[in-house]
């Protein structure tokens, strides 16, 4: 019997970091043509070492993401690789690159689950003040084209930004058409700042894109019945869990992403240097058995933490994380104020709330709670 069996069940695989878009929005991309990153990716062969452990660690899912991933000359190899493997693949494309050749490749070999594509706007003009990148919008289209006439199945999703908002309803009428959509189309829409902290001016631009909390809201519950029914059923399992530790998300538990550079980390997210683990040096199975382990023991020291969300009874509804920490503040505590604020607009919302009450100053929450999830 193999012992190793189940240690992972997910893997995300971060196979590039460049893109041929550069999207107004993104939190990662580097340039297409940017040597020096592509020089330090992981070859083939090492690519080939780390799917083969996650394969022998009992792996079922890995999802190849970027940048692009598309951009790797090897992905076909890669892929193949995976799938005779027999685990399950999930791709995040923006499917620009999709050829008539590559579309025939993934017919025969299908993913076994959807390709995942976003679409940046329904028209040339809006999709490419979002992708930045001229005749980008030509391909994408040839490439969603290509994947419907071979049928292999995808699904579509979106970011909204101020270029395309005013496409909704075009873009769900879209969305209807594809024979695999199940459901309704996800958006992102509370932008993520530079994931590597390496552009200020871009993340200054990134927050002048985000939706205010409370235009989010109204976009969130604009099927009203459907939202309240969501969020009963979320706060009526949910356990209000205080304490001093900052992960209380499934970060690193069954699972992780590796990035471009082979580091290992517990999330897509989180890439601050404490909490990655350098997969040249080591194995698959140290960095989950032995290194995330204690990363997730952490403990806050941080007195904005510790008197705020150490205390919140929104937190795991709110989507505060050390990943977003990272990101925003460059440690793994501090509270982001933009999804603090998120947080609070949907309780008010929810009435769980009241106008200028703080949750971690709310004594009588699991009444609160009791209440709505009752109503
Ligand atoms: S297509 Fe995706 S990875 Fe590329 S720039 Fe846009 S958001 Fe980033
Ligand atoms: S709502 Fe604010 S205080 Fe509560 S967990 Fe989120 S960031 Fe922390």
């Keep these: ?20 878009n550069d999207c107004a929005h993104c939190y990662i991309n580097l340039p297409e043509n940017d040597a020096a990153s592509q020089d330090k990716e992981l070859s083939t062969d090492e690519w080939k070492h780390i799917i083969t452990e996650a394969a022998d660690l009992g792996v079922l899912n890995i999802c190849f993401t970027g940048g692009e991933p598309f951009l790797r000359e090897d992905f076909k190899e890669l892929y193949y690789f995976t799938r005779k493997l027999g685990i399950k693949t999930i791709i995040y494309t923006n499917a620009c690159l999709i050829t008539p050749e590559f579309a025939e490749f993934l017919a025969v070999y299908p993913p076994l689950e959807k390709i995942e ?29 290509l994947l419907r006439e071979k049928k292999v199945p995808f699904v579509v999703k979106s970011a909204l930004l101020p270029y395309n908002k005013s496409e909704i309803d075009e873009f769900e009428t879209l969305a209807d058409t594809i024979p695999w959509m199940n459901s309704l189309p996800v958006y992102a829409m509370f932008f993520d700042l530079r994931a590597r902290r390496d552009d200020t001016e871009k ?3 990134i927050k002048k894109l985000r939706v205010s909390p409370e235009d989010g809201i109204k976009f969130l519950a604009r099927n009203k019945e459907k939202y309240l029914k969501a969020q009963k059923e979320y706060f009526s399992k949910v356990m209000c869990s205080r304490n001093k530790k900052i992960f ?8 992780g992403c590796v990035d471009a550079y082979g580091m290992l980390q517990l999330c897509l997210m989180l890439r601050h240097p404490d909490t990655v683990y350098d997969l040249r ?5 140290d960095g989950v058995v032995n290194f995330f382990p204690i990363i997730r023991e952490r403990e806050s020291e941080n007195t904005e933490y510790l008197k705020r ?6 937190r795991g509804f709110c989507v505060q994380c050390p990943a977003k920490s990272w990101m925003e503040h460059g440690d793994l505590d501090t509270p982001v104020e933009y999804l603090c604020e998120i947080a609070h607009a949907q309780a008010r919302y929810l009435n769980l709330v009241k106008e200028g009450e703080k949750a971690w100053e709310v004594a009588d929450w699991q009444d609160r709670i009791n209440r709505f999830t009752n109503e």
């Excluded at 193999?2 to 971060?14: G, Q, T």
């Excluded at 976003?118 to 391909?139: I, L, N, Q, W």
């Excluded at 969300?309 to 929104?314: P, R």
């Design 309 to 314: 969300c150490a205390g919140c009874f929104l």
């Design 117 to 145: 594509v976003t679409v940046y706007g329904m028209h040339r003009k809006s999709y490419e003040a979002v992708s930045r990148v001229p005749g980008s919008f030509d391909m994408y289209l040839r490439g969603i084209n």
């Design 203 to 205: 993340n200054e631009f």
């Design 1 to 20: 019997m193999n012992n190793n069996r189940s240690i992972i069940r997910d893997l995300f695989i971060e196979l590039t970091e460049r893109c041929n």
């Design 281 to 285: 040096k080591g194995t698959l199975k």
């Design 248 to 255: 209380f998300c499934g970060a690193g538990h069954g699972g």
